[in-house]
């Protein structure tokens, strides 16, 4: 159980382009999503919380208009990273925590290259 | 503000011997979550553990085994008789109740050698 899936697992895309992530919990319903992004040999950083059917939160420094996140039923979450540049390219992680739960399941991740 | 210290960067061991990865947290919470991740090559965070600052009592499972020390705060991970297959990056990370975001660790590298 505890399964989270993500897509696409790789992207390359040009400067300028917008790129959309998704992320599901494949066997259990996700009342929060969160979305993080990792540089090479460097830890997480979280980018946004999500729940279902509300807005996101934001951590400071991180653009909401750059990085769009909808979190429109309990098992599906999307990035979206609008207009990306170079300096987006990262490896973007999502994971998911059920009702009852503290702990947070993570999807095999997301590189993402901008030319 | 909650902080976890992974001070190691990177141990390197022969296969079959025994490693401990150090973890040291801060928390002002009284009630809070600790966890270990296992991130191997192909990028997947797999997760160990999860324990409650509640409980101190110290966990094994097969080769893994983990030391909660509330009062120093730390949680320590040891692997036993360590395999190839162990080789990864491990992360340590701390949740506060009711807050469920996940402060990480820089974590440490683990290059098991045959």
Redesign the interface.
């Known amino acids: 159980g505890a399964v989270v899936s993500q897509h696409p697992s790789r992207v390359i895309c040009k400067s300028g382009t917008s790129v959309k992530i998704e992320c599901r919990s494949l066997d259990f319903q996700a009342t929060t999503m969160f979305w993080y992004r990792q540089f090479p040999k460097q830890s997480l950083m979280l980018m946004a919380t999500s729940n279902e059917g509300s807005k996101a939160t934001y951590e400071q420094g991180v653009e909401k208009d750059k990085f769009l996140i909808n979190h429109a039923s309990l098992t599906l979450s999307t990035l979206t990273v609008t207009s990306a540049h170079p300096e987006d390219s990262s490896f973007y992680i999502c994971s998911a925590r059920g009702r009852s739960t503290e702990t947070q399941y993570f999807g095999p991740g997301t590189r993402l290259l901008v030319l | 503000a909650q902080k976890v210290t992974q001070a190691q960067t990177e141990i390197s061991v022969v296969e079959k011997e025994d490693v401990t990865l150090d973890c040291v947290y801060e928390t002002r919470d009284t009630t809070y ?1 600790l ?1 270990w ?1 296992k991130q191997p090559p ?6 160990l553990i ?1 324990r409650n600052s509640f409980d101190e009592q110290n966990e094994i499972s097969g080769r893994y085994s983990w030391n909660f020390q509330k009062s120093t705060s730390s949680f320590n991970f040891t692997i036993t008789a360590s395999q190839v297959v162990d080789s990864a990056v491990y ?1 340590c990370a701390l ?1 506060e109740f009711n807050d ?3 402060s ?4 440490t590298t683990v290059t098991v050698r045959a």
């Open positions: 979550y966890f991740y192909s990028g997947e965070l797999v997760f999860r992360f949740s469920y975001k996940l990480f660790g820089a974590g």
